[in-house]
């Protein structure tokens, strides 16, 4: 293949995706962002589970359809040997294998690393799963409600007096798939400049725990377990959402001394500065209880709007609590081409998040929509790894594609 000026990043590498639901396909959706081909194999009849998840567009999966453009979809009954034999022609053209079985799944198929780099030394075969390939958890089942929590992120999550709270998207799947992005991109590397293939072993546990950072900075230097927050901050005051008079909610980030002072003085309360209970931010946090109250009955004295306007013109840090309609019609994201329009071939136009990655050079590529499924068995078969159209007939007729 040649690799022109201007072509995305990835273009002439291939991914074989063998995984389903968020986690992995997140990961892949984002190599095909780059330029990687992505082929997709799923169940025969079923496909990937989030086919089923509502809500539809004319019969089809918003959630599948968020998670798995730029892919060709290609249906394969590994529980058969013909399927295996099947992947294992199509791990002779590929350069990454991206799996998020349960540990011990791909071993019983015969889909595993060991088994497959005996076809592609050099084969890179990433695995995502909840807790990672070794230790006492690895064959637990988990989801992200169930790493949300035990990953300490749902600990800290919510208000003080209330149950713990589950961050709105499923973060330790979209986490992990970002870590194993990145993994994969570092191995690609080190082939490229060695000649060697690998095993990655991405963990949805071990990726949440990292994203603790100074919480567990915190409790680590204190030995104090932290405690739910809602919307403040542990260390800076007051960095917090308020309500302002007409109900709607603004977010307020003092993050220094100075920036507390433009807020005072947009406030109308410069005494507030000078008094040594608020002067300085260590010594806010102390007194956030004293403080925060005080903040919040200046707020509700004027519209959400009119304090953002008067906190934007004075430079300071400061947004409204977007809903789903106020983020996709937001004049910023517009123009960062953070919502485009793809041709789906059954319902017509979609709407898709666009890439958040900008390059000068070498700019993303979206140009494949969400696949049909099965939608392209026969042309990887025939056109990837040299079927005949006969022995694609009998494979369909037995069920194997």
Not at 43 to 66: A, K, N
Not at 349 to 375: D, V, Y
Request: hydrophobic letters at 40%; aromatic letters at 6%; one cysteine or more.
């Amino acid at each position: 293949m040649t690799i022109l000026p201007g072509d995305p990043p990835l273009k002439g590498i291939r991914v074989l995706d063998l995984s389903r639901v968020l986690a992995g396909p997140y990961c892949s959706m984002t190599l095909s962002d780059l330029g990687a081909e992505i082929i997709k194999v799923e169940i025969p009849g079923r496909g990937d589970d989030t086919r089923g998840f509502p809500p539809f567009l004319e019969g089809e999966s918003s959630y599948y359809l968020s998670l798995n453009r730029g892919k060709k979809s290609l249906t394969l009954n590994l529980k058969d040997e013909k399927g295996v034999e099947v992947l294992h022609r199509l791990v002779e053209k590929c350069d990454i294998v991206l799996e998020n079985f349960r540990p011990g799944v791909t071993k019983r198929l015969g889909v595993d690393y060991e088994a497959l780099k005996g076809i592609k030394e050099d084969l890179i075969y990433c695995s995502i799963s909840s807790y990672g390939q070794t230790g006492p958890y690895a064959t637990w089942p988990g989801y992200d409600l169930i790493i949300q929590g035990m990953s300490g992120l749902m600990g800290i999550t919510g208000e003080k007096e209330r149950p713990p709270v589950r961050v709105g998207v499923a973060v330790t799947d979209l986490n992990a798939g970002m870590y194993a992005t990145m993994a994969i991109l570092s191995a690609l590397r080190v082939r490229d400049q060695r000649g060697i293939g690998q095993y990655l072993d991405v963990s949805m546990m071990d990726a949440a725990v990292s994203w603790l950072t100074y919480m567990a900075g915190g409790y680590f230097a204190s030995g104090k377990v932290p405690e739910r927050m809602g919307g403040a901050h542990p260390s800076i005051v007051p960095y917090q959402t308020f309500e302002a008079g007409d109900g709607k909610f603004l977010l307020v980030a003092s993050g220094n001394d100075r920036l507390f002072k433009v807020l005072c003085e947009v406030m109308e309360m410069q005494h507030l500065v000078i008094d040594p209970m608020y002067s300085t931010n260590p010594v806010r946090v102390e007194n956030r209880e004293i403080l925060v109250p005080i903040v919040q009955e200046r707020l509700l004295t004027k519209p959400r709007d009119e304090w953002l306007t008067k906190l934007r013109e004075s430079g300071f840090p400061c947004a409204p609590v977007n809903a789903m309609d106020e983020v996709f019609s937001d004049p910023q994201l517009l123009h960062r081409d953070m919502l485009v329009s793809m041709d789906h071939p059954k319902i017509g136009e979609i709407k898709q998040i666009g890439a958040p990655l900008k390059f000068s050079e070498t700019p993303c590529s979206l140009e494949l929509p969400p696949p049909m499924l099965g939608e392209h068995t026969d042309d990887v078969l025939v056109k990837l790894c040299g079927y005949s159209e006969d022995e694609v007939a009998e494979l369909k007729k037995n069920a194997v594609v």
